[in-house]
């Protein structure tokens, strides 16, 4: 047997264990496809209710009260500009994609991550499995995605949430080991009680690494989801595709720039508050 | 009153070594005496704490004073079972801490003993008052009654209005109050104390030796009060043990260990000790028949008299207030002996009075000798 058709087999092994799950699980991945998409819209639709002007004036002011006051006239003015371009709805879509994907990302993520950060073997684990998830390329995931999930939103979301997995975890278990020692033992000679220690000494200590994991998943997802365009997510992922189909360079820059104004924005707004919590405590 | 106090706090022969083989290692050591080198090398393990015993009455402060990494803090640690020993017994107001279930020790934590950090350990994402209240948050007292307990804590230390700050904005000196006042909260019976004023600048430090002081005499919390510092163990403890890689070498009063240093070390350390304020009168006497032997002609009842329990302070006073050159030393109103400048000169440097009919001087005497005598 030559190294070729080791390999051959290799391709063959994932291409039918891809298969044999999605047919094997159908029924249960169509449930969790609706329940993803459902999620979706719901999100979709609180970003989309309210009139813009109002949306853009409540995150004018989340950024005053986190990035200070010039981050506010510039999400002012970005938001302003994505809604002058006609891209305001796709913006909004694309932000739910962000948002429900993170939200996805961090359920699992967090207890994960609090338990890599407590426990050295499942740390190890851990660090190999996130290594993988992030040097993989972001393309390889979306064909699975689609191949278990179908077209559309959520394979998009699955394949956004698993990449903007990794940081999320790793930080996590960062803040938790650098919990200093001192207040580990305060709540231990306090009587505190394992539950009582996670909760009211390492998760609040831990908080701003968290917190910058949230923010590194932020950004990943918003690169995610735009790359998640080309399998059916709608937003601005899907107007740069169509564009480039058609060659539209005018359309596909307008789409860019409102990913980089909503990527500024996203970033500027979820660091300011990593900044915020860490003043408080030190 | 004959029934005997149970001790607040006793370790008998505790033993911690660290490493893989601390059992293995710790039987070597109790057999064949390997000496701390040979276990390391033969066995990989560190001794942490090497058989020590010690024990704390109610109400009195019992300091453990010994250089950085001689093992104070590591044995402190065995007496609320942040550390399991090795081997040895602690008990806690009579009750043998390593036999309690996980709850059971966090209940006698939580209820029985207060801990106070070199470093303050203050959390600080929680303001002042939450701090306080942290230890009875834990036990899940209602907010009203654990803020109104943690405002009373903050007064006794001097903080009132400072609840609602943040640890950030205080200074080294509060901080370390409020981590004092988080520890009398909820009312303890003991007080673990791991060099609570080590980090703060010698003004500072000394004001809360003080401010530590009146409020024990008030709280009467029996403490265990580690230190690096001579000077403050001295200051603020009823028994001092020294403590050297891992083994106490010396236990005792202030008293004790100044003028009976156990062996050389400990005689180094307390070399440069001021003894003004420690050493009594009745140690650096003449005995009074000797002196009259010596000097027929000096009437004894004329001299200005101390008594055998004043210090010397008092003697250096009294001597140059009046000018005498003697001082009769009087015990149960008799007098017993004589102090002249000579003998208050040696005593002040460390040194017993010579005898006069040319033997050998003999130690000094102390309190203590002379109680149990």
């Known amino acids: 047997m030559n190294t070729a058709s080791l390999a051959a087999g290799f391709d063959n ?195 701003p690494s968290i917190m910058a994991g949230v923010n590194q998943s932020l950004m990943l997802a918003l690169s995610m989801a735009v790359i998640a365009g080309i399998i059916g997510a709608g937003g601005l992922g899907k107007e740069v595709y169509r564009a480039i189909r058609v060659l539209d360079v005018g359309k596909a820059f307008d789409a860019g720039i409102c990913i980089v104004i909503l990527a500024i924005i996203l970033d500027r707004i979820s660091q300011g508050a990593v900044t915020l919590l860490k003043t408080k405590g030190k | 009153m004959t029934t005997q106090t149970v001790p607040a706090i006793e370790c008998k022969h505790v033993w911690k070594i660290y490493g893989k083989k601390e059992k293995l290692a710790h039987q070597a050591v109790l057999e064949r005496s390997l000496t701390k080198e040979k276990c390391l090398e033969t066995y990989g393990c560190v001794i942490g704490v090497q058989d020590a015993s010690f024990c704390v009455q109610p109400g009195e402060i019992f300091c453990i004073m010994g250089l950085s990494g001689s093992g104070k803090s590591t044995l402190m640690r065995h007496i609320n079972r942040l550390i399991d020993p090795t081997d040895g017994t602690i008990l806690v107001n009579g009750i043998d801490i390593n036999q309690l279930s996980e709850a059971k020790m966090r209940k006698l934590r939580s209820e029985k003993i207060g801990m106070v950090f070199q470093n303050m350990a203050l959390l600080p994402h929680r303001n002042v008052r939450d701090n306080v209240a942290f230890g009875l948050e834990l036990r899940k007292i209602p907010k009203e009654k654990r803020w109104e307990i943690a405002d009373n804590a903050l007064e006794l230390v001097h903080l009132s209005g400072w609840g609602d700050q943040l640890p950030k904005n205080l200074s080294g000196g509060m901080q370390q109050r409020v981590g004092l006042a988080r520890a009398l909260a909820s009312d303890p019976d003991i007080l673990l104390m791991d060099e609570p004023f080590s980090a703060l600048d010698p003004l500072i430090r000394r004001q809360l030796q003080d401010q530590f002081l009146e409020l024990s005499s008030k709280l009467k919390k029996s403490t265990l009060f580690i230190t690096h510092d001579l000077d403050e163990a001295i200051r603020i403890g009823d028994h001092i043990a020294i403590m050297k890689d891992g083994v106490l070498v010396q236990t005792g009063t202030p008293e004790e260990i100044v003028t009976h240093p156990a062996d050389a070390y400990v005689a180094d350390f307390v070399a440069g000790i001021s003894r003004l304020h420690l050493v009594t009168a009745r140690s650096v006497m003449y005995p009074a028949a000797e002196f009259s032997a010596r000097h027929p002609d000096q009437e004894l009842s004329h001299l200005p008299t101390v008594a055998e329990t004043d210090d010397l302070d008092t003697l250096v006073e009294l001597m140059t207030d009046v000018e005498a050159n003697r001082v009769a030393v009087t015990r149960n109103g008799r007098i017993a002996g004589v102090v002249t400048r000579r003998s208050l000169l040696r005593g002040i440097q460390g040194k017993p009075p010579e005898r006069m009919n040319g033997q050998a001087p003999a130690a000094l005497t102390t309190k203590k000798d002379t109680i149990t005598a």
Not at chain 1, 119 to 132: G, Q
Not at chain 1, 144 to 150: D, E, V
Not at chain 1, 159 to 175: D, Q, W
């Open chain 1, 13 to 207: 092994a994932v291409e039918t264990g891809v298969e044999v799950i999605s047919t094997t699980f159908d029924t249960l991945f169509n449930r969790i496809s609706d329940v993803i998409e459902l999620a979706l819209t719901g999100i979709e639709q609180v970003f989309l209710f309210p009139p813009f002007y109002l949306f853009i004036l409540f995150f004018s002011i989340l950024a005053w009260k986190t990035a200070g006051r010039t981050m506010a006239v510039y999400t002012l003015i970005g938001f302003l500009l994505c809604y002058a371009m006609g891209l305001w709805e796709e913006t909004m879509i694309t932000m739910a994609l962000v948002v429900t994907s993170v939200i996805f990302t961090l359920v699992l993520a967090i207890p994960l991550g609090v338990t890599a950060g407590s426990n050295r073997k499942i740390s190890d684990i851990t660090r190999v499995l996130m290594d993988f998830l992030q040097t993989m390329p972001p393309y390889v995931y979306l064909i699975p995605a689609i191949a278990i999930l179908g077209f559309g939103a959520s394979p998009a979301i699955v394949a956004t949430a698993i990449i903007a997995f990794a940081p999320a975890v790793r930080l996590t278990a960062l803040g938790l080991r650098q919990v200093p020692v001192e207040q580990v033992e305060v709540g231990k000679a306090f009587g505190a009680s394992p539950a009582q220690a996670l909760f009211k000494i390492k998760l609040p200590a831990a908080l």
